[in-house]
């Protein structure tokens, strides 16, 4: 039986994430866990190419997620089974982590396409929504023609793979662009959102403060140079968190009421890009930097490209609040 049409609901007042959705972060951040592991014993140019791209795959997802969820969640069963079988897609994708371009590219690449097929599944489920069906439609069709290209690269050689996958995520870079002429009619929520992206910031960082624990344990014994990079970590994780809390205030409220407020949203959400790689990277590299003689000028250049990164991170996201308290 046809659903009928039914106006869009008003945004609760001090609506706060669920439990299920703490959950779910959790699940997601064991998969960036294991990429960033897998980066540290790989802590050179061509690891931190592959760290990068499969980051920033893994990351639209939880991004994808995270904005239907904040638009349209009601914590019903029927939306936390989807989530359930998204927490299961998760977890293939942090086993292909490890490997995400070799032998385990299958895992990598599958679970991405039943993430994907589940958000394309997730908005069309949303139709009975008056005033939504443009945001609904751009999101079901782009998320299932990305199924498809991640799919496809999983079966094909890895020439072929690689075009796929790299279409696959310039949809995904694509993506606020192409539903920003939806974004004031069908706003997320402007308390809910920016928490959700607050929690995952603190969830990176503590990956971070445990890349210190990693680090002071690398080996049988304690020495200079795990030492030096577990107080360097930890010293990071915590300037970083004080600049994310109290210096840019990234967890403040976003409120859409026109395109205007759109772009700002937009600047918002690309500055978490390089401010979640950044986190993550200098993770990886406060344990591959732990063992003795492997500070080198290639190494320690990749480690201040991850600060470079969370700090240019933190300049778009000052500038989205700038823009704000102006416009």
Do not use: N
Not at 58 to 81: I, N, Q, V
Not at 145 to 171: F, H, I, N, Y
Not at 244 to 270: C, M, N, P, S, T
Not at 278 to 300: E, K, N
């Amino acid at each position: 039986m046809a659903v009928p049409d039914r106006d869009l609901p008003t945004h609760a007042d001090g609506r706060k994430a669920t439990w299920f959705e703490l959950f779910f972060d959790l699940v997601f951040v064991v998969a960036v866990a294991q990429l960033s592991g897998a980066y540290a014993h790989h802590y050179d140019p061509g690891g931190a190419a592959v760290f990068a791209l499969a980051f920033l795959a893994m990351w639209w997802c939880w991004l994808g997620h995270t904005f239907h969820a904040t638009r349209f969640d009601d914590d019903s069963s029927s939306r936390r089974l989807l989530g359930f079988l998204q927490m299961a897609a998760t977890a293939l994708i942090g086993y292909g982590a490890s490997a995400p371009l070799g032998e385990r590219a299958w895992a990598f690449g599958g679970g991405i396409a039943a993430f994907k097929v589940l958000l394309a599944l997730a908005y069309w489920r949303e139709r009975h929504w008056r005033g939504a069906a443009g945001l609904i439609r751009v999101y079901a069709t782009l998320y299932a023609a990305q199924a498809g290209l991640w799919l496809a690269g999983v079966v094909l050689a890895d020439g072929a793979r690689g075009a796929c996958w790299a279409l696959a995520l310039g949809l995904d870079l694509a993506s606020p662009w192409l539903v920003a002429r939806h974004t004031a009619a069908v706003p997320p929520h402007p308390e809910h959102l920016p928490e959700r992206f607050g929690l995952f910031t603190i969830i990176l960082l503590g990956e971070g403060m445990a890349s210190v624990v990693h680090a002071l344990d690398h080996g049988p014994q304690l020495h200079g140079s795990s030492v030096v990079s577990a107080l360097v970590g930890a010293v990071l994780s915590f300037g970083l968190w004080l600049l994310y809390f109290d210096r840019v205030k990234g967890q403040g409220e976003r409120h859409i009421a026109d395109a205007v407020a759109g772009r700002r949203l937009r600047l918002w959400a690309y500055g978490h890009v390089p401010l979640y790689m950044g986190i993550a990277s200098l993770a990886a590299g406060t344990v591959a930097l732990a063992a003795p003689g492997a500070l080198t000028v290639v190494s320690g250049a990749i480690y201040l490209g991850g600060l470079a990164l969370a700090g240019v991170g933190l300049v778009l996201l000052g500038r989205a609040r700038a823009a704000g308290a102006h416009g």
